[in-house]
């Protein structure tokens, strides 16, 4: 069990929040598969207190994806408060995170998401501003550091222990390796011995294995993972069970993947429309089929569909191809 606030989660397990795919979608379908927690894609700050459509849309969550996390971004502390203030009285998200590890530049040159890394008073200032101002918890994702020489992961996870936050999720990544490299679980570990609020451990959490091990060697209260469930939110359910009874469930089949796939693309059409859907599902599906043997052809396939009829008709003739060769294959041995 982890608890954050007030709000009590069943697991240790959590979703990562990973822009352009955390939609509701996505996450009522890694939900089912026994999520302790779903964090919600990164929303820009100013989108909300202007009322964007795209930043509002946004905000949607179904109320079977609870509890949930929603995370917002920004680098001025008006902005951020009006957006916070918001999303604590017009949704229903059970925690508001702020972005402090996004890597990208077009947001780090608006001084929000890991540029805060370098600036310890900043993240006070900025943590306790939201935490005054709203009454569901606030909690923090970061990175451990800008870059090597700017490893500043102990003070900025303490500066939001001071300012009221309620728990931290740390990437074990400095802003300049992106997603490349190695992740640094003793530096999570370090920071887990230096505040007394939940840490959530992220990076390199790829299998059940993984988790335990991060949960083991660091003493995290939760892990979270991210792009391993992508196309594959079995890894969730995988990693709960094996952290309940040590039991290693096996993979699932091709006919469930494909099943999950287009359950996941329903649900996105029934979120944005089949036009906006079938596009954003294509990178999905292609996710989905990872691992499959001989899909090749047909991933270049999913990304000429422009319908759902196509997109349905091309992964279930697929499904039907593998498992005939797959019984041929086994009669012959």
Same mark, same amino acid.
């Given at each position: 069990?982890?608890?954050?606030?007030?709000?009590?989660?069943?697991?240790?397990?959590?979703?990562?929040?990973?822009?352009?795919?955390?939609?509701?979608?996505?996450?009522?379908?890694?939900?089912?598969?026994?999520?302790?927690?779903?964090?919600?894609?990164?929303?820009?700050?100013?989108?909300?207190?202007?009322?964007?459509?795209?930043?509002?849309?946004?905000?949607?969550?179904?109320?079977?994806?609870?509890?949930?996390?929603?995370?917002?971004?920004?680098?001025?502390?008006?902005?951020?408060?009006?957006?916070?203030?918001?999303?604590?009285?017009?949704?229903?998200?059970?925690?508001?995170?702020?972005?402090?590890?996004?890597?990208?530049?077009?947001?780090?040159?608006?001084?929000?998401?890991?540029?805060?890394?370098?600036?310890?008073?900043?993240?006070?200032?900025?943590?306790?501003?939201?935490?005054?101002?709203?009454?569901?918890?606030?909690?923090?994702?970061?990175?451990?550091?800008?870059?090597? /020489?700017?490893?500043? &992961?102990? *003070? %900025?996870?303490?500066?939001?222990? +001071?300012?009221?936050?309620?728990?931290? #999720?740390?990437?074990?990544?400095?802003?300049?390796?992106?997603?490349?490299?190695?992740?640094?679980?003793?530096?999570?570990?370090?920071?887990?011995?230096?505040?007394?609020?939940?840490?959530?451990?992220?990076?390199?959490?790829?299998?059940?294995?993984?988790?335990?091990?991060?949960?083991?060697?660091?003493?995290?209260?939760?892990?979270?993972?991210?792009?391993?469930?992508?196309?594959?939110?079995?890894?969730?359910?995988?990693?709960?069970?094996?952290?309940?009874?040590?039991?290693?469930?096996?993979?699932?089949?091709?006919?469930?993947?494909?099943?999950?796939?287009?359950?996941?693309? /329903?649900?996105?059409? &029934?979120? *944005? %429309?089949?036009?906006?859907?079938? +596009?954003?599902?294509?990178?999905?599906? #292609?996710?989905?089929?990872?691992?499959?043997?001989?899909?090749?052809?047909?991933?270049?396939?999913?990304?000429?569909?422009?319908?759902?009829?196509?997109?349905?008709?091309?992964?279930?003739?697929?499904?039907?191809?593998?498992?005939?060769?797959?019984?041929?294959?086994?009669?012959?041995?």
């Amino acid at each position: 069990m982890l608890k954050i606030g007030d709000i009590i989660i069943d697991n240790p397990v959590v979703l990562a929040p990973m822009a352009g795919v955390c939609n509701s979608a996505f996450r009522l379908t890694v939900k089912e598969f026994g999520a302790g927690l779903v964090c919600a894609e990164m929303v820009s700050d100013k989108g909300i207190v202007l009322q964007n459509e795209k930043s509002m849309n946004m905000l949607y969550i179904d109320e079977r994806e609870n509890p949930l996390s929603l995370q917002i971004f920004g680098g001025e502390r008006e902005t951020l408060v009006q957006a916070a203030k918001f999303v604590d009285k017009n949704t229903n998200a059970d925690i508001i995170d702020i972005n402090m590890g996004c890597p990208v530049p077009k947001i780090t040159k608006c001084d929000a998401g890991a540029k805060w890394l370098l600036d310890p008073n900043k993240i006070y200032e900025m943590v306790s501003a939201v935490v005054d101002a709203v009454d569901k918890p606030v909690t923090v994702k970061m990175r451990m550091g800008w870059d090597d /020489d700017h490893i500043f &992961a102990v *003070k %900025n996870a303490q500066a939001v222990e +001071r300012a009221g936050g309620s728990a931290v #999720a740390l990437h074990g990544r400095t802003r300049v390796q992106m997603y490349e490299g190695k992740a640094n679980w003793d530096i999570i570990r370090e920071v887990k011995q230096s505040i007394n609020i939940p840490l959530i451990g992220n990076g390199d959490v790829q299998t059940p294995q993984d988790a335990k091990r991060m949960l083991d060697e660091t003493g995290v209260d939760g892990v979270m993972i991210g792009r391993a469930a992508l196309g594959n939110p079995w890894v969730i359910y995988r990693t709960v069970k094996y952290l309940e009874t040590g039991e290693l469930m096996g993979e699932p089949s091709v006919r469930e993947k494909i099943d999950v796939c287009l359950l996941h693309l /329903d649900r996105l059409i &029934a979120l *944005k %429309n089949e036009y906006i859907a079938v +596009r954003e599902m294509r990178k999905h599906a #292609a996710w989905y089929l990872k691992g499959i043997r001989g899909n090749a052809n047909v991933r270049n396939s999913v990304n000429e569909c422009s319908t759902r009829e196509q997109l349905v008709t091309l992964l279930t003739d697929y499904v039907t191809e593998v498992e005939g060769k797959m019984e041929k294959e086994s009669q012959a041995v």
